[in-house]
T-cell receptor, first 113, second 112 residues
Framework: DGGITQSPKYLFRKEGQNVTLSCEQN?????MYWYRQDPGQGLRLIYY???????QKGDIAEGYSVSREKKESFPLTVTSAQKNPTAFYLC????????????FGQGTRLTVV | DQQVKQNSPSLSVQEGRISILNCDYT??????FLWYKKYPAEGPTFLIS?????DKNEDGRFTVFLNKSAKHLSLHIVPSQPGDSAVYFC???????????FGTGTKLQVIP
């Protein structure tokens, strides 16, 4: 089945460590996105990519990094510079960019202790 | 600056009645609006959308109304079912912009 897969579902890391969240899609979508959800904050855009080997900062990119070496994959690294990394992270993809329906993964709950 | 606002964090409705979820926006450049439904610990799923050239869009039990002059949209669910209990996010985008702005969500509880 076509879809978008995030792994792992739950992730625990010690403070000061970098951690990479995986996002893979087999929908043949050009665009991919990373969002962060915090209680009462809605979904905030971290990074997005419209095409392979290109990506743009979203509203809250500080402390995060991404790569887009393949169309299917858009991993997100939460670096030690991110001050409040504990959150629910959502990856999404869409066909033509954000003026169309986006398909979301199941999310990764990152807890930094 | 919250450009998309959902002022009601929660809503309770009896099964079979109408649920009305509201959303306000401040950016007049927004011309495409979407509603997503989200269950706990899952990703949002697309529900319905509307372009600014329309003022109403229906899909089964779900209808979205857009009032551009008031910068307001609403999602109507009729009749409401217990399975509709979830968090609903309103989202908006503008042609030429590369990102969608989400509201803070409204948690709907449909009581059997």
């Amino acid at each position: 089945d076509g879809g978008i897969t995030q792994s792992p579902k739950y992730l625990f890391r010690k403070e000061g460590q970098n951690v990479t969240l995986s996002c893979e899609q087999n929908l043949n979508h050009d665009a991919m996105y990373w969002y962060r959800q915090d209680p009462g904050q809605g979904l905030r855009l971290i990074y997005y990519s419209q095409i392979v080997n290109d990506f743009q900062k979203g509203d809250i990119a500080e402390g995060y990094s991404v790569s887009r070496e393949k169309k299917e994959s858009f991993p997100l690294t939460v670096t030690s510079a991110q001050k409040n990394p504990t959150a629910f992270y959502l990856c999404a993809s869409s066909e033509q960019g954000l003026n169309t329906e986006a398909f979301f993964g199941q999310g990764t709950r990152l807890t930094v202790v | 600056d919250q450009q998309v606002k959902q002022n009601s964090p929660s809503l309770s409705v009896q099964e079979g009645r109408i649920s009305i979820l509201n959303c306000d926006y401040t950016n007049s450049m927004f011309d495409y609006f979407l509603w997503y439904k989200k269950y706990p610990a899952e990703g949002p799923t697309f529900l319905i959308s509307i372009s600014s050239i329309k003022d109403k869009n229906e899909d089964g039990r779900f209808t979205v109304f857009l009032n551009k002059s008031a910068k307001h949209l609403s999602l109507h669910i009729v009749p409401s079912q217990p399975g509709d209990s979830a968090v609903y996010f309103c989202a908006a985008s503008a042609w030429g912009y590369q990102k969608v702005t989400f509201g803070t969500g409204t948690k709907l509880q449909v009581i059997p």
